[in-house]
């Protein structure tokens, strides 16, 4: 079993109400083979919600207590980001899944690039609080495109 970000499994949870289907991910689901999660909905958020970004660095900074994360409007949302990544490490040790797809660009779930933070539509190479937590917790965390490209599962 691998776990999911929920809107690539066409569920309707992005920050605009929208999902980022992929038809494989579908089919896995379909097989009863993944685990969906939603870091920001486990953190309390709901949809939609306003676009944020991490300022001042990547999840691992906003971790290690050294950047935030910022609605376009300026409210600071980075506990909500943090207890939902931690909401999903737990539920994703208590399945004891050990591989993850997750949503690129996100302010949670991007494992190889996210915003910069200056809501200009501008990508920085990074990754999002909750791919930062995974990682340190040893899972093994791609993107969709990554998954799309390699017959990985």
Known sequence: MIAVSSC???IECRYNGSHSLV????ELVEQDRVLLICPELLGG???PR???EIVG???EDVLDGNAKVIEKSGNDVTKLYIEGAYKALNTIQEANVRYVVLKESS???GSTM???GEFSNTKIAGEGVTTALFKR???QVISEKQFLDTNFF
């Not at 038809?23 to 579908?26: D, S, V």
Request: a positive charge; aromatic letters at 8%.
């Open 114 to 116: 996210i915003y910069n």
């Open 137 to 139: 917790a040893g899972m």
């Open 8 to 10: 690539l499994a066409g």
């Open 23 to 26: 038809g494989k991910i579908k």
């Open 50 to 52: 306003e676009s944020a």
């Open 45 to 47: 958020f709901l949809t």
């Open 107 to 109: 302010p949670s779930c």
């Open 57 to 59: 660095g990547t999840g």
